[in-house]
Each structure stands twice: as structure tokens, then as C-alpha cells.
């Protein structure tokens, strides 16, 4: 649902140029300059070209080398002064001229990228580098995308057997369900490097025949979000409220820290911290007050129209017990998750999770649970906002408190819109 920023680095950036003369020092240290760049190892990079050019090496192709490693290391001056040196140049200029425009454009000036990479495809009498630049005219000319964006969503569900909260024990119960959801997020601040953005979630499950179960939240949230190299880096902090059964239920504050890089064509590598201070809202649940904590890890990897991801958690909770039940638990949950897009309209995906929870000993209770959970889902987009979604997943878990031990299976039907 997030939009994605434009901005890319083309060959000419990601690869520096090369020497085929070997032998001499300045050589060796170029061909060495260019192998840690290749390993993005863009200090070490530097280190090599600088030494090149110390050692007397004077060659356009160091200039751009230079001038595209400090690209790498975010020192936009120290890249700009070499590419300006090779805007005249026969065979560089025009690549000099392009990646003049993609540092005008990460800076946030788009009129000075425009002329830039105009110039660049009046200079070069490459077809390739002619489309490219005349491509990020193009993008940078269109209408600014809006501000905000919302997402709705309602859903049928049945549930086999409704989990109760807080004790995440099981009724024995079925019932149907209603579900609703809106979303919308609001960019205050976009640089291109970095942004600030706003967002509201509120979300409700009222069940049909029996409001015992009836839960719902609203969540507030301010995210910050930068770039490092080759990370995307993002700060949130969350504000959430929630009641159960029509009563008042937690308070919950949040910080999220989440980082993710693309290791090469079609991998992605995502990291995420949360630290939360739950307070209960009612004396009735005073024992939930405590503080959670979870490090994830996600791998994805892309082929062609299909995705997998392998993800894992690790959490930890440091909650008030009760003298009967304990609700700290120390958990390990990981998820291996594939997603096919069949067409432009069609995509499945089926999930399997495996979780295991330790919880904190108290004087009645020694409580382990491990629990399996199967996902099957199916989207089918109507038009550019509308799309409709089926998921059916089934439980099982097994704990050394019978009263613990239940599986059940659950049905969701559901329209979405994005707006």
C-alpha cells in the first residue's frame, strides 16, 4: 500500500569504469578500487582510487570512478566536482552529464535534473542513455503523486472456534463475524532521501450472535524515514488503544525500527525491532501491564511472478503475573510464506508457521505451547481501487496446560479498496 519513491542507479552508476592495462601500481590499485566497489565496499573503494591518483594516474576513468564512489557515500559535492570535470569529454560526457541529474535529483532540486539529463541525451550517441534520460524526463514531468492514501476493508468471517483474550485460550464456540478496517496515511515531508509521515488505523470484529467476543483498536502513528547507502531505514512510533467485549481493554505504546536493502536482483533483506509498554485500561486486566519486545528477520526472494519469503521472530514479554496464569511468554515463530501473481489480476499465496511459546512460571503454572498454523489465500484485483480476498487458515495448538489445547479453522471474505 506504501508508494514507491522513483529513483534508480543505472549500470553506468552500480559499475565503475574499467582499465585493461594491468602491470603499473596505479593500475593494480584501480583494478582493486574497482572489485571492492563491485563488493560495495565503497570505503575500501575510495581508499584504492585515491591511491591511484596519488600515485600519478591521470585517466577520465578515475575521475568518473571517483566521481561515482562518492555517489555511493552520499558525499554529493565530492561526486559532482568529478563528473563536472567530464561533461566535455568525448566518450564520458554524457554519462557525466546523467549522473549530474541524479545527484540534482536526490538533492531535491528536479529543475536543475531536468536540464541535466537533457544535455545528457543531446550529448551522447548512445540509444540506450538517450532513452534512459529522456525516461527521467519524462518521470520527473509528471503530476505530483497526492499527499495521502486510504485503505478500506470489510470482511465475512467464520471462526470454528473463537479465541478468547486475553488468556489466547480457545471458547469451544463458533460464530460469524463482521470485520471492518480503514487505514490512511498522510506525507507531511518528502526529500527524496527522507520523509515524515502520519497515519490512522482503526480496526473492529464484532460477532454476530455474541458480543462477549466483540474487539476493536484505533492506532495513531508518526514514522520517519531515511536513507543510509543502500537502506531504507524507518522510525515509528504508535499509539494504540483497544476494548474487548465492549469494556475497556490496553494501551499501548510502541517504537518500530525497520531496516531493508536489496542484496541483488529479485533478494531483500528486512529487519525490525519493537519495543512496546502495555498498560491495561481496566483494573480488570491490571496482570497484562508489562513490556514486550520482538526482532524480526525477513528474507524474500523474487522469480520471475513468484515470491518467497522465510521470516522469523524471536519475542520476548516481561508482564505482571497472576498467582493461576502467567502471560510472559517467551516465543520463537517462524514462517516460510510463497505468493504467485498467476496475471495482472490473479494472485494466490499459501503460508505454514511454526510457534513456540515458553511462558514465565508461576506457582500453579508451568505453561509451553507449540502451535502450527496453515494459511491458503486468493486476491483477485477488480480495478485499479477495488479487490476481493478469501483466506482460509486452520490452527492447531498443543500446550502442556490442557486448558490450552485447542485447533480450530477460520474463513474470511473480504473488499478492499485503495484509494
Known amino acids: 500500500m506504501r508508494r514507491t519513491r522513483f529513483g534508480f542507479l543505472l549500470f553506468f552508476i552500480l559499475l565503475p569504469a574499467t582499465l585493461t592495462a594491468a602491470a603499473a601500481s596505479p593500475a593494480a590499485d584501480f583494478e582493486a578500487g574497482n572489485r571492492a566497489f563491485i563488493e560495495k565496499n565503497y570505503q575500501q573503494a575510495l581508499q584504492y582510487f585515491n591511491q591511484a591518483a596519488s600515485a600519478g594516474m591521470r585517466d577520465a576513468r578515475l575521475d568518473y570512478n571517483l566521481g561515482s564512489v562518492y555517489y555511493r ?45 537533457a544535455k545528457s541525451a543531446q550529448s551522447t550517441q548512445d540509444a540506450n542513455l538517450k532513452a534512459l534520460a529522456n525516461k527521467q524526463i519524462e518521470t520527473l514531468t509528471q503530476p505530483r503523486q497526492k499527499d495521502w492514501f486510504a485503505f478500506v476493508s470489510a470482511t465475512y468471517g467464520y471462526d470454528s472456534n473463537i479465541t478468547l483474550l486475553p ?16 487505514l490512511a496515511e498522510w506525507t507531511l515531508q518528502d526529500n527524496k532521501t527522507d520523509s515524515i509521515h502520519l497515519s490512522a488505523m482503526y480496526l473492529s470484529s464484532d460477532y454476530i450472535d455474541d458480543s462477549d467476543f466483540d474487539d476493536d483498536s484505533l492506532t495513531l502513528g508518526a514514522e520517519y524515514r531515511d536513507r543510509i ?3 531504507k531505514l524507518s522510525y515509528l512510533l504508535e499509539l494504540a488503544q483497544s476494548t474487548f467485549s465492549g469494556e475497556d481493554y490496553l494501551a499501548t505504546t510502541g517504537l518500530v525500527v525497520g531496516a531493508k536493502t536489496a542484496l541483488s536482483e529479485g533478494r531483500e533483506l528486512r529487519l525490525r525491532l519493537t519495543l512496546e509498554d502495555i498498560s491495561e485500561r481496566s483494573n480488570e486486566f491490571a496482570f497484562l501491564d508489562g513490556i514486550r519486545s520482538a526482532l524480526s528477520a525477513s528474507y524474500r526472494l523474487k522469480i520471475k511472478q513468484r515470491e518467497y519469503r522465510f521470516e522469523y521472530d524471536l519475542e520476548f514479554n516481561d508482564r505482571e503475573n497472576t498467582a ?21 489480476k490473479v494472485e494466490i499465496g499459501a ?20 502451535r502450527w498454523r496453515v ?45
Open 229 to 231: 547507502d543502500d537502506w
Open 351 to 370: 503460508w505454514i508457521e511454526f510457534r513456540e511459546s515458553d511462558y514465565k512460571s508461576v506457582p500453579a503454572q508451568s505453561r509451553n505451547d507449540e
Open 324 to 344: 493461576t496464569e502467567s502471560f510472559s511468554p517467551t516465543r520463537h515463530r517462524g514462517r516460510f510464506r510463497v505468493i504467485d501473481r498467476i496475471t495482472d
Open 375 to 419: 494459511r491458503f489465500e486468493g486476491k483477485y484485483r477488480l480495478d485499479p481501487t477495488w479487490t476481493t480476498q478469501a483466506e482460509l487458515t486452520y490452527t492447531d495448538n498443543e500446550s502442556s496446560e490442557a486448558s490450552s489445547e485447542y485447533h480450530k479453522y477460520q474463513l474470511l471474505v473480504s473488499i478492499n479498496a485503495l484509494f
Open 73 to 117: 557515500l552520499g558525499q554529493y559535492d565530492s561526486s559532482r566536482h568529478y563528473f563536472e570535470k567530464l561533461v566535455d569529454h568525448p566518450n564520458l560526457g554524457g554519462l557525466a552529464y546523467y549522473n549530474l541529474g541524479l545527484i540534482a535529483h536526490r538533492s531535491g532540486d528536479s529543475t536543475a535534473a531536468i536540464e541535466l539529463f
Open 167 to 182: 488468556s489466547t485460550a480457545a471458547s469451544e464456540q463458533s460464530g460469524d463475524f463482521l470485520q471492518t478496517l480503514a
